[in-house]
């Protein structure tokens, strides 16, 4: 088999984003653009020669070709091997749980996340290191130069491999092994994890559902929850992972997963349900008739993190994205344990975990996790949630209601406009960050606003700072109002706003967050005076 030079030409739109590449499949579809990319990345590591390379996606239109485009360009690439997922199949916690235990030197992953799927949809490509993480933008800044240059890429004269039975093969001089991609992830569950407590749980009256969304979850719900845990059969829905998601978003919302919600909040609702996105790194929590944001998610799980073997010895530190509410904090401080703030995206706990700085982390975006992989992990939460319930007896909304009248309630709330021009997007943060030197020390909102800034950070272990990831207004009772736009849309400009406030009056935790949050959404508007600029008079997504 000949190694095969292909001359090229840049493209200009390769920039990684929150979660690496992201366009629609037929962008990726165009000659050589996935070519590019990948010879990119591969470019990005000098050192990838004999080294092992972990392989695999959600399951998702188009994942099947570039899979074997991957593989031939790994292979005249000098990598030493590829571990691929059957069928081409990883979840990404799977790949970080697999990169770490094979002590890989990285990994592939094909995915657009939360967004559909199918020939007129989303399709993504990311690199994570050998930590199993995200790549650090050190890193992706590089794939991004790389492409910026490309003259042309490497692959091998060859046909098709087998991705379908597992075994091993030569591709070229490299090694390809096809694995079960739900195996090794299992048991790294299994150890984290009391298997017989939540057995007992799932065996008795306690009835739950997961809903995969036809999103790569599915597989690793049946194992676990019904094979593994003895879960009635039918407690995993829409468990196929298909390759358009069944036509729907595989977004873990009240919004994209409203036929869970609908069922937790019917009569006959089962006690718990949860659902998991794409590439099954986020998760939605329901009780009966109850919705657990993510930020209090993270917060509840800190709380009761004595509650799981893994974690019976205390947790080290937490970390939150910053548009994610306060009250993993006041939890920290309540344990006297460190609480970190980073910008969005996972890639940004990294290096906390590898520092052993922190022992869980969060998003308000539906990402939980902990230190057990390096990657946000839905059925981690999801099991997670499983071993509160049967540690305390408790119902999710008992456990919840019962957080809040002892650390109080931060109401939350984020309403998404998506698809706005481009440049609109841009025209509201520029406004908004016009007027934050004058913020400070004026009133709105019934509010006195102490500082107002675009905010900047500094990795406490690397000191690499990341600048505008987010204008942010702090009030003088704690409140924020937090502006972003999004890195991960693909269509447009995503304006994201965060509203946050703290109630300690356990009397007045039981209003809906949108009313109770009224004043902060209406400044929120005003300030981006989105109705006079976009004709929008309601969010696209509210959560
Ligand atoms: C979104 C979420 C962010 C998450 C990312 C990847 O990014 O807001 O928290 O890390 O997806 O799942 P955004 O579109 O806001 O840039
Ligand atoms: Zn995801």
């Given at each position: 088999?000949?190694?095969?030079?292909i001359?090229?030409?840049p493209?200009?739109?390769?920039r990684p984003?929150?979660?690496?590449?992201?366009k629609?499949?037929?962008v990726?579809?165009?000659?050589?653009y996935?070519?590019?990319f990948?010879?990119?990345?591969?470019?990005?590591?000098p050192?990838r020669a004999g080294?092992?390379l972990?392989l695999?996606?959600?399951?998702r239109?188009y994942?099947?070709?570039?899979?074997?485009?991957?593989l031939?360009?790994a292979?005249?690439?000098?990598?030493?091997?590829?571990?691929?997922?059957?069928?081409g199949?990883f979840s990404?916690?799977a790949?970080?749980?697999v990169?770490?235990?094979?002590?890989?030197?990285?990994?592939?992953?094909?995915?657009?996340?939360?967004?559909?799927g199918?020939?007129?949809?989303d399709?993504?490509?990311?690199?994570?290191?050998a930590?199993g993480?995200p790549?650090?933008?050190?890193?992706?800044?590089?794939i991004?130069a790389?492409?910026?240059?490309i003259?042309?890429?490497q692959?091998?004269?060859?046909?098709?491999v087998?991705i379908?039975?597992?075994?091993?093969?030569?591709?070229?001089?490299?090694?390809v092994?096809?694995c079960d991609?739900?195996a090794e992830?299992?048991?790294?569950m299994?150890?984290i994890?009391?298997?017989?407590a939540l057995r007992?749980l799932?065996?008795?009256?306690?009835?739950?559902?997961?809903?995969a969304?036809?999103?790569?979850?599915?597989?690793?719900a049946?194992?676990i929850?019904e094979?593994?845990?003895?879960?009635p059969?039918?407690?995993?829905?829409n468990g196929?992972p298909?390759t358009?998601?069944?036509?729907?978003?595989?977004?873990p919302?009240?919004v994209?997963?409203?036929?869970?919600?609908?069922?937790?909040?019917?009569e006959?609702?089962?006690d718990f349900g949860?659902?998991?996105?794409g590439?099954?790194?986020?998760?939605?929590?329901l009780g009966?008739?109850?919705?657990?944001?993510?930020?209090?998610?993270l917060a509840v799980l800190?709380?009761?993190?004595?509650a799981?073997?893994?974690?019976?010895?205390?947790?080290k530190?937490?970390?939150r994205s910053?548009?994610t509410s306060?009250?993993?904090?006041v939890v920290?401080?309540?344990?006297?344990?460190?609480?970190y703030?980073?910008?969005?995206?996972?890639?940004?706990?990294g290096?906390l975990?590898d520092?052993g700085k922190i022992?869980?982390?969060?998003?308000?975006s539906?990402?939980t996790?902990?230190d057990h992989i390096?990657e946000?992990?839905?059925?981690?939460a999801?099991?997670?949630w499983l071993?509160?319930?049967?540690h305390?007896g408790?119902?999710v909304?008992?456990?919840?209601?019962?957080?809040?009248?002892?650390?109080?309630?931060?109401?939350?709330t984020r309403h998404?406009?998506?698809?706005?021009?481009a440049?609109?997007g841009?025209?509201?943060m520029?406004?908004?960050?016009?007027?934050?030197?004058?913020?400070p020390?004026?009133?709105?909102?019934?509010?006195?606003?102490?500082?107002?800034d675009d905010?900047?950070y500094?990795d406490?272990?690397?000191s690499?700072?990341?600048?505008?990831?987010?204008?942010?207004?702090?009030f003088?009772d704690g409140?924020?109002?937090i502006?972003?736009l999004s890195?991960?849309?693909?269509?447009?400009?995503t304006l994201?706003?965060?509203h946050?406030y703290l109630e300690?009056?356990?009397?007045?935790?039981?209003?809906?967050?949108?009313r109770a949050l009224?004043?902060?959404i209406r400044?929120?508007?005003?300030l981006t005076r989105?109705?006079?600029?976009t004709g929008r008079?309601?969010?696209?997504?509210?959560t």
């Amino acid at each position: 088999m000949a190694v095969l030079q292909i001359a090229t030409q840049p493209f200009a739109d390769q920039r990684p984003g929150t979660s690496g590449l992201r366009k629609k499949v037929k962008v990726f579809q165009q000659p050589h653009y996935l070519e590019n990319f990948v010879q990119s990345i591969f470019s990005a590591i000098p050192d990838r020669a004999g080294q092992t390379l972990i392989l695999g996606g959600d399951g998702r239109f188009y994942n099947r070709e570039a899979i074997q485009t991957i593989l031939r360009m790994a292979a005249a690439n000098g990598w030493g091997k590829v571990i691929v997922g059957r069928g081409g199949l990883f979840s990404t916690p799977a790949v970080s749980t697999v990169i770490r235990a094979r002590s890989a030197h990285g990994g592939i992953i094909l995915s657009a996340s939360h967004n559909a799927g199918g020939p007129d949809h989303d399709f993504g490509i990311k690199y994570n290191t050998a930590n199993g993480g995200p790549a650090p933008e050190k890193i992706t800044d590089t794939i991004w130069a790389a492409s910026k240059t490309i003259q042309g890429y490497q692959t091998l004269d060859s046909a098709d491999v087998d991705i379908d039975q597992d075994g091993e093969f030569l591709l070229g001089d490299m090694r390809v092994e096809i694995c079960d991609p739900v195996a090794e992830y299992v048991e790294l569950m299994a150890r984290i994890f009391d298997f017989d407590a939540l057995r007992q749980l799932l065996q008795g009256p306690f009835r739950m559902r997961f809903d995969a969304l036809h999103a790569i979850t599915g597989p690793y719900a049946h194992e676990i929850f019904e094979k593994r845990l003895g879960a009635p059969a039918g407690t995993v829905v829409n468990g196929v992972p298909l390759t358009d998601f069944g036509g729907g978003h595989p977004d873990p919302n009240l919004v994209y997963a409203r036929p869970l919600a609908d069922h937790l909040f019917a009569e006959d609702a089962s006690d718990f349900g949860a659902a998991s996105d794409g590439d099954g790194d986020r998760n939605m929590i329901l009780g009966r008739q109850f919705f657990v944001t993510p930020s209090d998610s993270l917060a509840v799980l800190a709380a009761h993190a004595t509650a799981i073997p893994a974690y019976r010895q205390g947790l080290k530190g937490v970390a939150r994205s910053m548009p994610t509410s306060q009250a993993a904090d006041v939890v920290a401080e309540a344990l006297g344990i460190a609480h970190y703030e980073t910008p969005t995206g996972w890639k940004f706990f990294g290096n906390l975990l590898d520092a052993g700085k922190i022992t869980f982390c969060g998003e308000e975006s539906f990402g939980t996790g902990s230190d057990h992989i390096r990657e946000k992990d839905g059925l981690w939460a999801v099991l997670a949630w499983l071993s509160v319930i049967a540690h305390t007896g408790q119902s999710v909304a008992e456990i919840v209601t019962r957080h809040w009248q002892r650390f109080g309630r931060h109401y939350y709330t984020r309403h998404d406009y998506e698809a706005l021009p481009a440049e609109t997007g841009e025209q509201i943060m520029q406004s908004i960050t016009a007027q934050l030197p004058v913020l400070p020390g004026q009133t709105l909102a019934g509010r006195d606003i102490i500082m107002a800034d675009d905010f900047t950070y500094t990795d406490p272990i690397d000191s690499s700072v990341s600048t505008h990831q987010g204008l942010r207004l702090l009030f003088a009772d704690g409140a924020r109002l937090i502006f972003r736009l999004s890195g991960t849309g693909t269509e447009g400009a995503t304006l994201r706003i965060y509203h946050e406030y703290l109630e300690q009056d356990a009397q007045r935790q039981q209003q809906d967050p949108q009313r109770a949050l009224s004043d902060l959404i209406r400044l929120g508007r005003d300030l981006t005076r989105m109705e006079s600029l976009t004709g929008r008079k309601t969010p696209t997504v509210i959560t």
